[in-house]
């Protein structure tokens, strides 16, 4: 049976592979609908909406508007890497942690 | 209720901070203990046990040996990816992609 960390890995990679299809990227249109889709949470609790829209920016800028795997990769990291900041301060201050 | 990615996401930065516990880094033994029971199906089926070590190597390379949650989401996209790779090759192969 797979670890938690194992499903968390294989959720990902066959997200990417679901909205990207058989092309293998993600268009512009696909990442929007990846991340309104599976983001819903997140983008809604977003105090600063320019921040996903520059996410969104840097990602299109790159390679012919084309997001391939590890780019979209990338961006999880960058969701994470905030929301793991706000959790370390938020824990903090409520002193459980 | 949160995404299957939401869900992947939290599980990434609990599991972090499980192993990283009050002290917020993982210690070389803390990031040891986390592969061993986090990713023992995968490094059970890696081919190539140098390239565990010499991910271990280079993740203890760094910054005294303190492992935060940005490098340990480096090791996971890293791993990611490889089976990624893995994943496309193999379904081309099995021509089910």
Redesign the interface.
Known sequence: M????????K???F???KFAG?K?YLTKEDLQVLME??????LKNQKDPLNVEKIMKDLNQCRDGKVG??NC??L??G???A??DY??VHMKQKGK?
Chains 1, 2 share one sequence.
């Open positions: 797979p670890s938690h960390m194992e499903h968390a890995m959720t990902m990679m997200t990417f592979h058989d293998g889709k599976e983001f819903a949470g997140l795997f590890q990769f990338s999880i990291v969701l994470a890497i929301c793991n959790f370390v942690k």
